[in-house]
């Protein structure tokens, strides 16, 4: 581990996807390492940037009126080139010739794993902040923009629930998920769906059928079914397809939410989760934490080898599984 004194200077960037909740992460750095009086740089365009050595200098005024935005001052983006030792010795040669002494990325598991390949081939410094609305990384409860994204889907579904009840429709709605299906059931359990289906989860088409043949029987004149993207039925077109095949009692209609699921102000929970994650990546880097996420858990702040929080699992929560399944009657 890294002393305190070693720590002059300190980069921060954004990687991978966006998610609400950057913004306030990165002003908690920036004004942070101000407060401590380490030097702190941002770096444009996540990986892509470090490797082209897109930096700004930056100051607490660098990162005023952002807490409240979406999406990213900083930009984002994915690196092909960042996959290879040749791209990463370039990464690491900017961040050495900027005399940065540790890296704090804001991003997912992708992200994280970049960030690893730096401290595992050149010895070098990193934090992780976790930024993704799939909620997907072990090691914390929760991940930066989740709790915002399955506020922004809710209130979709809230919306379209209207014309469902107007028109005696069946709506498949389908959210972010590819492998993961947090965004799924947490919004499903709130919208009151009849069934939802998740890639952690074997929900078959005779399944559906049965569901909502039953509802038939009770007169259920609209239904909404949550579908992650990565539902092993192949999405919500597919499903639907499946479904209208074989059940003409309402009609069916589709509706895939998409980026829109990233957008927006960040919710209170995560302005307040970013803020002080922030903090506590700058601090745990003086404190000598040199390869660690900070995470989430039990509305407490820890630190996790990054390796672990890319390689553990964050279990699918079965009590919220059972009981959207009592209340979807």
Do not use: W
């Not at 804001?106 to 970049?114: E, K, N």
């Not at 597919?238 to 479904?243: E, G, L, Q, S, W």
């Not at 404190?287 to 820890?302: A, L, N, R």
């Amino acid at each position: 581990m890294n002393k305190k004194s070693q720590i002059k200077k300190i980069a921060v960037m954004t990687s991978g996807g966006d998610s609400p909740g950057m913004n306030a992460a990165i002003r908690a750095v920036v004004r942070t390492s101000v407060y401590y009086e380490i030097e702190i740089t941002g770096i444009y365009r996540g990986y892509s940037g470090l490797i082209e050595n897109d930096m700004i200098e930056m100051n607490a005024r660098s990162v005023s009126k952002i807490i409240n935005q979406g999406g990213t001052i900083l930009k984002t983006s994915r690196s092909a080139e960042f996959m290879t030792y040749e791209g990463r010795k370039k990464a690491h040669d900017n961040l050495v010739k900027n005399k940065i002494d540790a890296l704090i990325v804001i991003g997912g598991d992708g992200s994280f794993t970049g960030a690893l390949k730096l401290y595992d081939e050149f010895n070098y410094p990193v934090m992780g902040i976790p930024g993704t609305i799939d909620n997907d990384l072990a090691c914390t409860d929760y991940t930066l923009g989740y709790d915002t994204a399955t506020n922004t889907v809710i209130e979709s579904i809230d919306k379209i629930r209207d014309t469902a009840n107007s028109h005696n429709r069946l709506f498949f709605i389908e959210v972010m998920g590819r492998d993961a299906g947090f965004i799924a059931l947490r919004t499903g359990l709130a919208t009151g769906a009849i069934s939802i289906l998740l890639p952690e989860q074997d929900v078959s088409i005779d399944d559906l059928i049965e569901i909502l043949n039953k509802n038939k029987a009770t007169r259920k004149t609209s239904s909404i079914v949550v579908v992650a993207e990565g539902d092993a039925n192949g999405g919500a077109y597919n499903v639907a397809k499946k479904v209208k095949e074989r059940f003409s009692y309402l009609e069916t209609k589709v509706t895939v939410l998409g980026h829109v699921q990233r957008g927006g102000s960040p919710s209170a929970f995560d302005r307040v989760m970013a803020s002080r994650m922030g903090v506590k990546a700058v601090e745990g880097l003086l404190e000598g934490y040199d390869k660690h996420m900070v995470g989430f858990i039990k509305d407490d702040i820890h630190y996790c080898e990054l390796s672990k929080a890319i390689s553990g699992t964050h279990p699918i929560n079965e009590e919220l599984l059972r009981i959207s399944k009592i209340l979807s009657i």
